[in-house]
């Protein structure tokens, strides 16, 4: 284990002197590129309203279910027993329905949106592999795994303005 260790050690130093001798290092924020991208702020909007629709949808039905909790409550003195168990019961699955529904909708957004990042990146690896070909770039590393770094260094804005351009829209649906 010790040996693991000490090899580990050993390349993660020897990598780290190779990157500080390549000529031509440069950065780009990911975050700014998927986010104020035309095909990124589209993806984001386009979900934006599912969700706002999605939870309008959800609280109208949470408060249906509620009012029929508290009639059900209201009529408990005057139902008969077993009726008021089979209400009870059907008021129940209602609302594991309910729940079931809201689960799905939420990893449905989730799904989406991790399909439209990924519809994103794979849009963004030949720009940046044909960027990198003309302009002599040796190694692009993403922004946050910087510390520290001269500003002449970020690509970000120049990648954007051809992503802009070869990448209108996800077409999201």
């Known amino acids: 284990m010790r040996y693991l260790k000490i090899i580990f050690f050993v390349l993660l130093i020897l990598n780290f002197y190779n990157l500080s001798f390549a000529e031509e290092t440069y950065f780009i924020d990911m975050q700014k590129l998927l986010n104020q991208s035309k095909a990124g702020k589209e993806a984001q909007d386009f979900l934006k309203k599912k969700i706002i629709t999605g939870d309008k949808k959800f609280k109208e039905e949470a408060k249906l ?16 027993t077993d009726e008021y168990k089979k209400t009870l019961s059907q008021l129940r699955e209602k609302n594991v329905k309910f729940q079931k529904e809201r689960a ?23 720009i940046l592999t044909k960027y990198m070909s003309e ?16 500003s002449k260094l970020d690509l970000t804005d120049k990648v954007l303005e051809i992503f802009n351009k070869e990448l209108k829209s996800l077409n999201l649906k």
């Open 65 to 80: 279910l509620k009012k029929e909790e508290i009639d059900l409550i209201a009529k408990k003195k005057t139902l008969s």
């Open 104 to 126: 799905n909708f939420t990893r449905a957004i989730a799904t989406q949106r991790a399909d439209a990042r990924n519809k994103l990146l794979k849009a963004l690896d030949p």
């Open 135 to 150: 302009n002599n770039v040796q190694i692009i590393i993403y922004r946050k795994y910087i510390v520290v770094a001269q």
